[in-house]
């Protein structure tokens, strides 16, 4: 299966070996716990030491959670000001969230709130996240969060699959199918 990373949010070196793609929903218990939990040691293990390559994809599941598609949406308006990952962050931490609490979190990010609120109120991000709920589907993710790990092709936005991951798993899962592909 071949996946693209085109345009989503990554951390890492572009040119990591690896790729992990993470499908998740800002209103997901698993992938807070997953954010909380498992991604920190991924973090200090493997991107931060530029041998993963780390994307997040939005796969909000609007019929379980409402807001979980606008969340997606002030992350990706965030992005427009250079706080992506910030935004991300709040998102995950604070998730009982109600659309009246995005503008406070733009505000305590120190972002632009007319910027912001035009962003959000326009759409306009509405269709990266489509394309990523539509990825995701042809993929067959059945919830949230799911995870590929595939090798990186340099100066290109396709990643070739080989490992899929499902629901909240332990470092240690990730831990192992990294070091079964970093063999190869």
């Known amino acids: 299966m071949i996946l693209s990373v085109e345009d989503a949010p990554f951390k890492g070196d572009k ?3 690896l790729t992990l793609i993470e499908f998740s929903d800002y209103q997901c218990l698993f992938c807070a716990r997953h954010f909380r939990e498992t991604l920190p040691l991924i973090e200090s293990e493997y991107i931060s030491k530029g041998k993963l390559k780390y994307v997040f994809r939005d796969f909000p599941v609007t019929t379980l959670r409402r807001e979980a598609f606008k969340a997606a949406e002030a992350a990706r308006c965030a992005e ?49 996240i489509h394309k990523d709920i539509a990825e995701g589907q042809k ?18 936005s396709k990643i070739k699959v080989l490992k899929i991951i499902e629901g909240f798993q332990e470092f240690a899962t990730f831990q192992e199918a990294i070091h079964s592909l970093a063999q190869k």
Request: glycine share 8%; hydrophobic share 35%.
């Open 15 to 17: 040119n990591a070996k």
């Open 139 to 156: 993929a067959g993710i059945k919830g949230t969060p799911t995870f590929f790990l595939g090798f990186t092709e340099s100066n290109d």
């Open 80 to 128: 427009e000001q250079g706080k992506y990952w910030e935004m991300h962050d709040r998102l995950l931490i604070h998730q009982k969230l109600r659309l009246e609490d995005l503008e406070p979190n733009a505000q305590a990010l120190k972002l632009d709130l007319k910027e912001f609120r035009q962003c959000l109120d326009s759409g306009k991000q509405a269709m990266k």
